[in-house]
């Protein structure tokens, strides 16, 4: 087993199945996911409509002959109406940033959860977790998937888990070296601040007892890996997932750490044009469409997941069969991760009228002057907002900023510039400039 | 008499401030006295010039973001305790001051203080009664040639 930077360790061995029965199994699940789909009238019209019938579905390729689903159809259906089952079957809702104000949510069942908790176990059993481990989780608990979900694979897998959660990086730097984690889950930017923060207080990280990292949320490179790794001393390991589907654990590296293992028996995952919607060729990039072949409450049918990476189902070195995704390198669309958090252009725009009540012109900047995301938002002053009192100027700002921390979550820099002052565009305008580098 | 303050909106950038300067200067309007206020965002600064309304029309014409309020220009007498006997009038009324600044030039042997408060006319009307004298007309502070 050349390659593996760790002792290889499968957790569930139907992630050894060999391709041949792998597509039997797919076939199987997408009737049943097609008839489980049917419940919802929004895809029972679509089926109807595009002639699908479960019964003639033959192969893993049926797939091409669904629906698409769009964020905008969640968002049409907000908050819980393509649900599958009835609503007292619910046992969890978690949520994340829609593209207005509103959040899209995500149901479970008992099953999904079940479900969900096992595909968390997976990749992180493939990247190191162990039951004697102790994990250190500073992801926030709420309705953003990645706390809750990696929680629950811990504990699937017997570790113990210190609930750090997301924030004050001074009480993550003391938990971490007193509690001797071996094991980090946060985003990559934040395991970055954590180290930074930790040396400007004169502690190594590199001392501590951790000896993986288990990293997602975002958008991430082979340098900052690089960087995480040596600044830590330990493995780093990505893993990709979105709420939409299932959240974390629709895909982990493995101890190759060339590429994620998609959790195949359970999604079917396309990678398209974003503009014809035809298939790339293998090992190109493309977008990301997929399909849950046994969610109960939500299933989605082809969702377009926005998100640029590429397939690779060649043999990996550690004998999972599942095809490996390559990293996210982009978006199709204009949402941009924020310390992880999902930010849409037009949840800004949703918060300035807010303010005033008309759109003003406005331009949001990133960049990451440490390691940490920063936001500013260029906001061209009305003249008629124009006071030559400070307080009210500042308070313009605060409420400015309120709104846009009410509906997106996070803290941006509100910048008041003068009217004009923004550069306009003909059609599509230009709302952002990424200077981040890499992401 | 209350006289006629421009405030305008100063972006944190370079040359910032020499926009509307220069604009001023362009039209031949003098500025009698001025104060900045900023923040690390932005700034406003505050103007007194022999005609607001016409340097407000020009600057608006430029593109900046300008209004007029109406502030007290108070005289005090420039002496140990000057300030402080204004300062104890507007104290003993509870006038409330949102800032205030000071005139360069000075009239006669006093000194002139910019006074933004809440309510003018209110302000006026006490302070005259406590025998502060405000300054009435803004022709005094030019210099010959402007």
């Known amino acids: ?439 | 008499m209350k006289i006629q303050q421009l405030s305008l909106f100063l972006e944190n950038k370079p040359r910032a401030l020499r926009v509307p300067t220069r604009i001023l200067a362009e039209a031949g309007i003098s500025i009698l006295t001025m104060s900045l206020a900023d923040t690390e965002q932005f700034g406003i600064l505050r103007l007194i010039v022999p005609d607001a309304q016409r340097a407000k029309g020009i600057l608006e014409k430029a593109g900046a973001v300008v209004n007029v309020t109406e502030v007290v220009a108070v005289e005090v007498p420039d002496r140990a305790g000057g300030l402080d006997g204004v300062l104890a009038v507007i104290e003993k009324e509870s006038l409330n001051v949102e800032y205030v600044y000071s005139f360069t030039a000075r009239k006669g042997d006093r000194a002139v203080l910019v006074f933004r408060f809440d309510d003018p006319d209110k302000a006026l009307r006490l302070l005259a009664a406590h025998g502060v004298a405000v300054v009435t007309e803004l022709d005094g502070f030019l210099t010959p040639g402007t």
């Open chain 1, 1 to 439: 087993m050349s390659g593996l930077q760790i002792e290889n360790r499968i957790w569930d061995t139907v992630e050894t199945l060999p391709r041949e029965r792998l597509r039997v199994l797919q076939t199987e699940r997408l009737r049943s996911c097609v008839r489980q789909a049917s419940q919802i009238p929004f895809y029972r019209e679509a089926l109807s409509r595009l002639g699908v019938d479960a019964d003639t579905i033959s192969g893993p390729e049926d797939v091409r002959r669904l629906p698409i689903t769009t964020k905008e159809d969640l968002r049409q259906y907000y908050p819980l109406d393509l649900l599958a089952v009835p609503r007292e079957k619910l046992v969890r809702i978690h949520g994340s940033s829609g593209t207005t104000g509103k959040p899209t949510f995500v149901a479970y069942t008992a099953e999904d959860l079940n479900l969900w908790t096992e595909l968390c176990a997976r990749f992180l059993v493939a990247g190191g977790l162990r039951p004697k481990h102790t994990v250190h989780i500073a992801f926030g608990y709420g309705l953003f998937t990645g706390g809750f979900g990696l929680h629950q694979g811990v504990e699937r897998v017997g570790a113990a888990i210190v609930p750090a959660a997301a924030g004050n990086t001074v009480r993550q730097i003391l938990l971490l070296k007193d509690l001797d984690a071996d094991v980090l889950i946060c985003t990559p930017s934040y395991a970055l601040n954590i180290a930074e923060v930790a040396r400007a207080e004169g502690i190594t990280p590199a001392d501590w007892s951790l000896k993986y990292g288990h990293f997602g949320g975002e958008p991430w490179t082979e340098d900052m890996r690089l960087r995480i790794e040596q600044e830590m001393g330990i493995l780093a390991f990505n893993n990709y997932g979105l709420s939409e589907i299932i959240g974390p654990g629709v895909s982990g590296e493995c101890a190759a750490r060339r590429g994620m293992h998609l959790a195949e028996d359970h999604f079917i995952v396309e990678c398209l044009n974003p503009d014809t919607l035809e298939p790339v060729a293998e090992g190109e990039q493309g977008e990301l469409v997929i399909t849950t072949l046994t969610k109960q409450a939500m299933p989605l049918l082809r969702y377009r997941t926005r998100d640029i990476a590429s397939i690779d189902t060649s043999p990996c070195p550690c004998g999972r069969t599942f095809a490996r995704m390559s990293r996210v390198v982009g978006r199709t669309d204009d949402m941009l991760i924020i310390r992880g958090v999902n930010v849409f252009p037009s949840q800004i725009e949703e918060a300035l009228l807010r303010v005033d009540g008309t759109a003003p012109h406005y331009l949001i900047e990133v960049d990451r002057p440490g390691t940490l995301d920063r936001v500013t938002v260029k906001v061209e002053l009305r003249p008629q907002d124009f006071s030559d009192r400070m307080r009210e100027m500042q308070a313009l700002r605060a409420r400015i900023d309120r709104e846009i921390h009410a509906i997106t979550g996070i803290r941006v820099n509100v910048e008041l510039v003068e009217p004009n002052s923004l550069e306009r565009f003909v059609g599509k305008s230009r709302r952002v400039i990424d200077h981040r580098k890499g992401t």
